[in-house]
C-alpha cells in the first residue's frame, strides 16, 4: 500500500465468496484479482457469507475449515434486526431471503463500502440502484 492512501473496503458477497473454494469459471480470475489487490484492499462480508460458505461446503463434503480461517480473518458484519426488518424492503426489487439480507447489509453499510464483489445477477442490479460498484471478475 502507498503511505498515506486509504485501503478500498470491498463487501464480499456469498455467490463471489463460494468461488474462492469451489473451483468455479470466475475461480482464479477473482483469486488472482485479491491476491493482486491484497494490499490496496479490505475485504469484509455477512455473517451470513460464512454461514452459507461454510455450510454448504460441509455439506459437500468438502473442507470447511479452509474456509472458516478465512472468514476468522476479515470484518464479518452482523445479521441484526435492523437488517432483517430492511430485508423487508429489499425484497421489493425481486430478492430472494438470504439475497434480500446481504442487500440490506449492503444498503446499510455503503458509507463505508468502495466496491462490491457479486455474481448474482439480480443481486448485482439491485446494489447497482444503490449507485454502489459491483466487480465481478472473470464474468
Known amino acids: ?3 498515506g492512501r486509504k485501503l478500498r473496503t470491498f463487501y464480499l458477497e456469498s455467490s463471489a465468496a463460494l468461488k474462492l473454494f469451489q473451483k468455479e469459471l470466475e475461480s482464479a480470475a477473482l483469486i488472482s484479482f485479491i491476491s493482486e489487490s491484497s494490499s490496496e484492499i479490505r475485504l469484509i462480508s ?3 457469507t460464512r454461514l452459507e460458505v461454510v455450510g454448504k461446503l460441509a455439506r459437500f463434503a468438502e473442507d470447511p475449515l479452509r474456509a472458516s480461517r478465512f472468514f476468522a480473518n476479515i470484518q464479518l458484519l452482523p ?7 430492511d430485508a423487508v424492503i429489499s425484497m421489493q426489487f425481486g430478492l430472494k431471503s438470504l439475497d434480500a439480507i446481504h442487500h440490506a447489509t449492503i444498503r446499510s453499510n ?3 463500502l468502495d466496491a462490491v464483489i457479486c455474481y448474482d ?3 448485482k442490479e439491485a446494489i447497482q440502484k444503490l449507485g454502489i460498484e459491483v466487480m465481478s471478475p472473470g464474468d
Do not use: G, I, W
Request: net charge negative.
Open 1 to 3: 500500500m502507498v503511505p
Open 46 to 48: 455477512s455473517q451470513l
Open 79 to 85: 445479521v441484526s434486526n435492523s437488517v432483517l426488518e
Open 110 to 112: 455503503s458509507a463505508d
Open 121 to 123: 445477477n439480480r443481486l
